[in-house]
């Protein structure tokens, strides 16, 4: 089995700890290591680190050799920029293109998700083996929890085999009254980004939903046999439709599969999921071992300094070099309205 | 007119900011300058700098000078170590007695206190002269603005002449209901903690009514007189009771005079009270220029760094070198608090 991590987001929600120089994929957060360290050491055990590919932006590609110094140098794949999923998934795999079977099966990943049950994630894993030998593009579907407004749904249909369903169709975020009834009718999953799939079919699905990429991607192809001669690979990549793989295969695509899972994902999106996921003490505040609290509750509070909390509830308190961010914790999704602020005033060095 | 100020204080109201080694006066929280050099300069003109006097803490000696660099250095009085107000105007008294003749006047002022009309602060003094030339012990009495139950009040009596009172009596911080009928009734000016007397009369005053700290005084006077031969002074001055000069001395006093002022005074008691006072914006937000608030109200931040607010109100947020404080604008008095736990758990680099 293959693995390839996209780490090339550029996200803006975990402003001031995430910079356009330091997205969230690198950032602490959710542990001792990195995001997207814990994703590769989640893969211990069932995939090779020579079989682990990361796809990343070209300004990223220092970041992610400190942060895998292990991986070997040929298994970075450079972006020249951030697109797309499905252009991110389709320059890779044209860059596996040669060097892996095309029976080979490929487990496509975010860097930047949480998923606490890492055994019931590697089960979900093998499970996905026969459904995508058989020419199955895999997805894994979250049980939902409650009723979710921030993802895309996944309807599953009937069996393809035990714990395996066919996809009835993909469903865009929806708003609070059908989050409610799918939720109550059963049957449907949160989209978590994740694909399983075998090399061969998922090429095929290019072929036949995206013929306009896979044409780039095979000028990209040539371009790299001949040693990039006067082809810049950044104008082929640069022509690209801004699509998501969902829409652009995953939607279109005939033979699709669900496993549904429940291990504990999220992919936080925001200081409010990640305080919602981490470690709290016997008030739900998240803050430093160094601190001082009095009458204050369900505080998350990010500096290396000592702390100190009275009489205050529910902020997000995040310090960095540079910055400071107190927010409603409830509100910490509007963290991006500061960010276009700074964008639009140019103050870049805060960015 | 001799100044006398009061620089020994070692206040924790303003944690994290003040420090034992950096105490409130030495801050710069309510201008450009700090609270010690903005009490000097509101002297100016009626003052001349060699007639100024600081009496502070041995510890804090240097800051003194690095505030008050063109200060003569004789000008700084020395406590061994802080005592209270009567055994620090005592000490000063006896380091003044000879230097000055004793029908000079004497103007005792906090080096921590705001005020904000400065002509009317000089009007004052001028308007105590005479009193004090009489003999009087004269107070500033702070015209109430609301029924403040954090201030000691001075009851005024007969008119002594236009605008001066004499001392009906010295009241403790009352309760909410007492304060209020101190508003109601009139009369009753807070105690700031200010005052003009001759040094004569001063002196008298602490021979009369503090015979054990004068007799303290004589011998410090005597060792200073022989060059400290074989006796310390801080010995001496460990023996002085830790009584405040309202009630070692004021109280007691027979020809006390208050002076009703209204020229904007705060003793700035807490990081609500400097709030309170601070400039602040259309959203009544005091912050720093560079920053981004969105749905925010009446919040008071000291930063270097740029500082994002998003639907948080009311917050006091402190940030230094080594530590974060939050805390509800209300509830700024109970920083006290935490730096009660600091000192108990011996975290004195905190302190």
Redesign the interface.
Known sequence: MIALIMAGGSGTRF??LSRQSRPKQFLRIAGDKSMLQLTVERLQGAVELKDIYIVTAQSQVALVREHLPQLPQDNIIIEPFGMNTAPCIGLSLAYLHGRISPDESIIVLPSDHVIKDTELFLQSLKQAEAPAKEGYLVTFGIVPDYPATGYGYIEAGEAVSEGIFSVKRFKEKPDADTAATFLKQGGFYWNSGMFYWKYSSVWAAFEQHLPQVTALLEEILFAWKHHNAGVSITDIYSRMPRVPIDIGIMEPAEKRAVIPVDYGWSDVGSWKALADISPSDENDNCIPQKH?A??SRG?Y?N?D????????DN?V?I??????????R???E??K??VD??TADK?DN?L
Do not use: H, M
């Open positions: 402003w001031p001082f009095l009458d505080n509070v500096s300094k000592f702390v100190a909390l009275i009489g205050v902020l308190v310090e960095t070099d540079d910055a400071i961010l107190v927010v409603d409830e509100r910490s509007e963290v309205k500061a602020t700074l103050l805060l």
